[in-house]
């Protein structure tokens, strides 16, 4: 009697042996041929596959008592003898081999679920029924899973390397059920089938292993059978691709063995790159489970040393399940097999929550072999990882598992990489002394330290030289892991020891620390710290801390509080040779910080003029601040058809402190001024070189000068090329070049949103950039409820002319009228004036109608009021502008609603009441028109215009209790804001001395300037001409 | 090893009361399954031979596969 029995080896092959019943007790198994004859007598099939057979002693751990294996049940001997100890031992079973190609043949062959007998023949004993071992029952399923499984299609061709040479091989990729039959088969493994003793395996082979190198090799070998008679994938033909290597291999796919001819190895290895990107591009299944996984650090000592020290090679790499709709439902893989809540919850999304893992662990396997490993387990937990393991998963596996639909949980320093750097230390005080009283500038010596570090931690030198020794990638310092890169450490190690501490000028660590790219011994500078002042400036809270500066008791102005920090600021950052940026709001005064700033220095003897370049609407504005607030300064003004060059202007400009001129001079004159030196040249108003581009931005730039500043009101920091053309201007090259500055900066922040990057360079800026807004409490706290500006506008050449004219007609005619007649002239020609002083085409009666071409270009007020609104509503703020004149009034509404673009509200004394309400409720509305137009004699009462921030008197009444009753009386002023007016003088005219007039007698009652204008007739001729003759300046500003 | 550690994970000295049998029973006849061929779950292979994409050169060889079940299980 008979029993078969089969188990596959592990060099590939499948062994088979039978028991007989008949052999004497020290024997075990038939001779060979014995079995090859019971094979054979089943048909010729397998007659022929036993010719194909060899033969071989397998070496088998079996049952042993009473030092004889024990037979199979198969056989049914009873036990004989005494009950002695069963044990395991090593037995050499002589055994019949068949290569994998038969093997598989042959299993096909015996597969007969159900039928427990093999009818054969003997040719000594005819007809015997041979039962089938356990063993060749399970292999025989085996094999008929492979072979379903190609017959599905569910097989992928790959690039293998079997000793040392390389293979096309198909692979199986079995789908879910296909999965769960595998791991069905797996459980139920016959413990003889895994008792093979081989030198890899001296106790017997796991079941997992053994049954995916199973299917490996029978799903290969079906394929192949299936493709035996086929034509070849490819035609045989002329080699097209370069190396061969696809044509090879697909040959192979379909050759008996395999074996890839004549193929190079880099080559084949780059195929079986591309195949592996291939198969991960399998789409993610929707499933309402999914399998996670979470790397955790190593802690506590390698557990095969348990009491040593915690190992840096201990990682875990756990496995949860997730449900897909409800992330914070997420179970551990070990809570998966045995009822409880976990369980349960899951169990609530989709049934068999234990399968759905596993089908997910194995595809992801199949994404990242090691993964493998776990597989082999029945109840897989986690998977153990060495450093190196650990890498690999979070370089290599983790994008893949995560692009793939698997949930994957990394370690937060993962995540978000701290960089390796170096960082500045400074010590800015001197040793020794105990308070160090002088001022901190740019030549002083400062004491300074590197220190390396991982993102902004400094290192201490110990660690250093430990990361230096560790010479892997992934580190742990200070219980923090971190990955950094070997070369960029051993290139600290040898920096900090050339270079590592030493002392350099202030200025020097200023243009490392502001330069957000610098880099230092190849490295990136990480940041910087210092002491004092400098600390404070690079903590961007300079102008808080600074020390204050005296104000020279010439000037002409007390500085609020604010304004005194400005000029500290503007003074520090001057004595550190920085370029600064002061972009306060408009009205809080950056003219009168700029000038004082010219006061201090001029009081301590600085050398050298300042140069100032601003739209040309406002060098008048500038001349008589100057003149006003800083009388010690020596003013130039280079503008207009008369003005200086070649050597007179180089002596005018060497006699001056501050000398002004336009920004189209500034291109134009160009040459000439690059010839000067300048001790520092001053932007006002610097959106006008907001453009890099431009040529007066190209020309501003190109002025030589030891120091620089920007005023601007507009909020740069909207658009980023605009701060980019600024910072450049101040601080040239500190910032890079435009283009760089918008591939590292524009493009992350406005395009793609970064907040991160913005942040950074908001630090990066801050120390540059002062702003102050005017809506701010702490700055609102310093300012007086209205704050009180004067306008200083020029003449155009036509308004000149026209001014003159009336001036000489009045002059002729009352010199030849008396009384009554001569008030009138007097009257009458002031009107004229103001008129002019307006625009020439309130003057000249022009029809308000038409092109606003005709009134653009022919007056200084004009230009100076769109400059102010456009600003004023760049900073979403509304306007309100009086006039005594109705018709001047009308010119501008249609005019200036078409150069804003915004609505804008007119209302004159023939307005009804119903209107003017309608009109006072829409302004008040924060949605409507910024700008509202007044044209009220003095009784304007009962309107509620707090919505306006700023009050622009285009022109005046010369009387200042009346000018004073419309502004107040026109609106009440809400208590929580802080409102700016402005008064329009034209300089040079019998409106700036009044003006002057006005101011110095303010706080006198009455006396010359009483009700009304009729003081003004009262005057002498000559006191007349003095008031009303034009200054020989006025005039120039079509030049 | 996982506390639910199956028959097939113990080592063979523990095996030897069933040694020889399998734990449960073999999965019997199965239900015949439609084809499935894998290179259809996957993206674009991005990978030609002789001008052609890999996954079309593979097409004869999956359906001589499915070609084969459906003639054996006649």
């Known amino acids: ?1039 | 090893m996982s506390a639910h550690e199956a028959r097939h994970d113990r080592p063979l000295a523990d095996c030897l009361e069933d040694f020889w049998e399998c734990a449960d029973d073999l999965p019997r006849d199965r239900d015949p399954e439609p084809p499935d061929p894998a290179p259809d779950r996957l993206g674009c292979s991005g990978i030609t031979v002789r001008g052609r994409d890999l996954a079309a050169v593979l097409r004869p060889a999956y359906d001589a596969f499915t070609r084969r079940a459906d003639v054996s299980s006649d």
């Open chain 1, 1 to 1039: 009697m008979f029993a078969l029995h089969a188990v596959w080896r592990a060099d590939r092959r499948l062994a088979l042996w039978a028991e007989d019943s008949l052999l004497p007790p020290d024997g075990y198994a038939c001779a060979p041929e014995t079995v090859a004859q019971l094979l054979g007598g089943t048909g010729p099939g397998l007659e022929w596959l036993m010719t194909k057979a060899a033969e071989d002693v397998t070496t088998l751990l079996l049952p042993t008592q009473n030092g004889a294996p024990l037979l199979s049940p198969e056989l049914g001997r009873a036990v004989q003898g005494p009950r002695a100890a069963v044990t395991l031992a090593p037995w050499r079973v002589p055994s019949l081999l068949l290569e994998p190609g038969e093997a598989a043949q042959l299993l096909g062959e015996l597969y007969a679920p159900g039928k427990p007998f093999l009818p054969t023949q003997l040719p000594a004993e005819g007809p015997v029924d041979v039962p089938y071992g356990a063993s060749l029952r399970w292999l025989t399923a085996i094999h008929d899973l492979a072979w379903r499984l190609v017959g599905r299609g569910q097989v992928l061709p790959a690039v293998a390397t079997e000793d040392g040479r390389p293979y096309a091989r198909w692979r199986p990729v079995p789908d879910g059920d296909g999965w769960r039959e595998t791991r069905e088969l797996t459980a139920a493994v016959p413990p003889v089938c895994r008792a093979e003793r081989s030198s890899g395996h001296p106790d017997g082979r796991a079941a997992g292993e053994l049954v995916a190198d199973l299917l490996d090799v029978l799903a290969d070998c079906e394929a192949r059978a299936a493709l035996e008679d086929e034509p070849p994938l490819l035609r045989p033909g002329r080699v097209r691709s370069p190396d061969g290597v696809p044509e090879a291999w697909l040959r192979a796919l379909g050759s008996y063995s395999g074996r890839v001819e004549g193929a190079d190895a880099a080559a084949l290895a780059g195929l079986r790159d591309r195949l592996d990107a291939w198969y991960r591009s399998e789409a993610p299944a929707d499933e309402p489970l999914r399998t996670c996984f979470r790397l955790g650090e190593p802690l506590g000592p390698d557990p095969a040393d348990p009491d040593g020290d915690p190992s840096d090679d201990n990682w875990r790499l756990e496995f949860l399940l997730q449900a897909t709709d409800e992330p914070s439902l997420m179970v551990a893989a070990d809570a998966l097999w045995a009822p409880g809540p976990g369980l349960s919850a899951l169990e609530r999304k989709a049934p068999r929550p234990g399968d759905a893992f596993l089908d997910g662990l194995a595809r992801a396997a199949r994404l990242w072999p090691p993964l493998r490993e776990a597989l082999r387990s029945s109840h897989p937990t986690a998977l153990r990882l060495d450093r190196a393991g650990a890498l690999a998963f979070l370089r290599d596996a983790a994008p893949a598992l995560a692009a793939a639909g698997h949930g994957v949980l990394l370690p937060t320093w993962w995540q978000r990489p701290a960089g390796f750097g170096l960082t500045l230390g400074v010590r800015t005080a001197q040793p020794g002394l105990v308070h160090d009283r002088s001022l901190l500038d740019r030549d002083r010596i400062v004491a300074f330290r590197w220190r390396a570090a991982i993102g902004d931690q400094p290192l201490t030198e110990a660690e250093l030289t430990e990361l230096a020794a560790a010479k892997q990638p992934l580190v742990r310092l200070r219980g923090q892991w971190t990955e950094v890169d070997p070369a960029l450490i051993a290139a600290a190690l040898a920096f900090l020891e050339r270079q590592g501490s030493g002392t350099m000028a202030a200025g020097e660590v200023l243009r490392v620390a502001l330069d957000p790219d610098a880099t230092v011994g190849g490295l990136p500078v990480a940041g910087v710290s210092a002491d004092g002042r400098l600390g404070d400036l690079l903590a961007g809270t300079a102008d808080h801390r600074v020390d204050p500066v005296p104000v020279p008791s010439g000037f002409g102005a007390t500085l609020r509080p604010y304004q005194e920090r400005g000029l500290d600021w503007l003074a520090f950052m001057s004595r550190l040779g920085l370029g600064a940026v002061l972009a306060d709001d408009m009205g809080l005064g950056k003219t009168v910080q700029t000038l004082a700033l010219l006061a201090v220095e001029h009081a301590q003897g600085a050398p050298g003029p300042n140069l100032l370049v601003c739209p040309m609407s406002l060098v008048g504005n500038w001349q008589r601040e100057a003149a006003r607030f800083a009388p010690m300064l020596r003013v130039h003004v280079h503008h207009g058809s008369q003005r200086l060059s070649g050597d007179a202007l180089r002596r005018a400009v060497q006699g001056a402190d501050l000398v002004v001129t336009t920004y189209g001079l500034a291109e134009r004159d160009a040459a000439e001024l690059r010839a000067l030196q300048w001790r520092r040249v001053i932007a006002d108003e610097a959106q006008h070189i907001k453009n890099s581009a431009t040529r007066q931005a190209v020309a501003v730039r190109s002025l030589p000068a030891t120091h620089r500043i920007a005023l601007t009101g507009t909020p740069v920091e909207n658009r980023l090329a605009e701060l980019h053309a600024v910072l450049d201007f101040a601080n040239p090259g500190l910032f890079g070049s435009a283009a760089r500055f918008k591939e590292r900066w524009s493009i992350p922040i406005e395009r793609d949103g970064h907040s991160d990057t913005a942040a950074e360079l908001q630090r990066h800026t801050r120390p540059f950039i002062l702003r102050r807004l005017k809506n701010d409490p702490a700055i609102a706290r310093d300012l007086p409820e209205k704050v009180e500006m004067t306008v200083n506008c020029g003449l155009t050449a036509e308004q000149a002319g026209l001014y003159r004219a009336a001036v000489s007609d009045m002059l002729a005619r009352i010199a030849e009228s008396r009384g009554i007649e001569r008030k009138g002239v007097v009257l009458s020609t002031l009107t004229k004036l103001k008129q002019i002083c307006n625009h020439p085409a309130q003057f000249l009666h022009e029809p308000y109608e038409g092109a606003s071409a005709r009134l653009a270009g022919r007056s200084g007020k004009l230009e100076r009021l769109e400059e102010i609104l456009a600003e004023a509503l760049a900073e979403g703020d509304k306007v309100l502008c009086f006039t005594q004149f109705a018709e001047f009034g009308r010119l501008l509404h249609g005019h200036l609603a078409r150069r804003l673009g915004r609505e804008v509200l007119f209302l004159h004394g023939g307005v009804p009441k119903h209107a003017r309400d309608a009109m006072t409720a829409h302004f008040q509305d924060p949605a409507g028109p910024p700008v509202f137009l007044l044209s009220l004699k003095a009784g304007g009462t009962g309107l509620n215009l707090t919505a306006a921030a700023h009050v622009i008197h285009l022109d005046r009444w010369w009387n200042p209790a009346v000018e004073d009753q419309a502004t107040d009386r026109a609106f009440r002023l809400g208590q929580r804001r802080n409102v700016q007016v402005r008064k329009f003088v034209c300089a040079g005219t019998i409106e700036e001395r009044i003006d002057a007039m006005i101011e110095a007698k303010r706080t006198l009652a009455g006396s010359v300037v009483g009700d009304g204008e009729q003081w003004l007739t009262e005057l002498s001729t000559d006191e007349l001409r003095d008031l009303v003759e034009l200054s020989a300046d006025a005039g120039e500003e079509s030049t």
